[in-house]
C-alpha cells in the first residue's frame, strides 16, 4: 500500500510539472504594478508639493494695502502643505524602487537541460523559478 501511494505521489508530480507556464509569474507581475502605481503616487505627490510650495513663495504678503490685511495663514498653510506633499514622496519613490528591484530579482524563465545523452521527445529546456540575490 505504501508503494502505490509513492508511485502514484511520484506519477502525479510528473504530470503535473509539465502544465507549467513560461510568463512572468503573478507575483513579479504584482510587484512590477505596485512598483509603477507607488512612483506614479510618488511624482504626483512631488510634483504637487513643488508647486504648493512656489505658489506660496509667489503670493504677496499683503493683500490689502488700505486696511493692513495680510496673506500670512494662507502662505503657510500653502507652504506646509506643499513640505509635507514633498516628504511623503520620499517613502513612495523608496519603497517603488525596492519592489521593482524585487520583481527584477524573481523571474520565470527557460533553463536549459545538459544531457549528455539526448533523449528523444524530451524537452531541452523546462520552466524554472529563478531567485536572485545581490550580495
Same mark, same amino acid.
Given at each position: 500500500?505504501?508503494?502505490?501511494?509513492?508511485?502514484?505521489?511520484?506519477?502525479?508530480?510528473?504530470?503535473?510539472?509539465? &502544465?507549467?507556464?513560461? &510568463?512572468?509569474?503573478?507575483l513579479q507581475l504584482d510587484l512590477i504594478q505596485k512598483s509603477d502605481t507607488q512612483y506614479k503616487a510618488g511624482l504626483i505627490f512631488l510634483g504637487g508639493g513643488t508647486a504648493l510650495t512656489l505658489t506660496s513663495i509667489v503670493i504677496p504678503r499683503n493683500f490689502d494695502f488700505d486696511s493692513g490685511t495680510n496673506n500670512t495663514r494662507v502662505i503657510s498653510f500653502l507652504a506646509w502643505t506643499g513640505v509635507f506633499s514633498i516628504c511623503t514622496s520620499i517613502p513612495l519613490f523608496l519603497s517603488a524602487g525596492q519592489n521593482a528591484r524585487m520583481a527584477a530579482r524573481l523571474s520565470l524563465e527557460n533553463q536549459a537541460l545538459t544531457s549528455p545523452i539526448p533523449i528523444p521527445n524530451y524537452a531541452r529546456s523546462i520552466p524554472s523559478l529563478s531567485l536572485k540575490i545581490p550580495l
Open positions: 500500500m505504501k508503494y502505490l501511494f509513492l508511485y502514484l505521489l511520484l506519477l502525479s508530480i510528473c504530470t503535473e510539472s509539465f &502544465g507549467q507556464t513560461v &510568463g512572468p509569474s503573478a
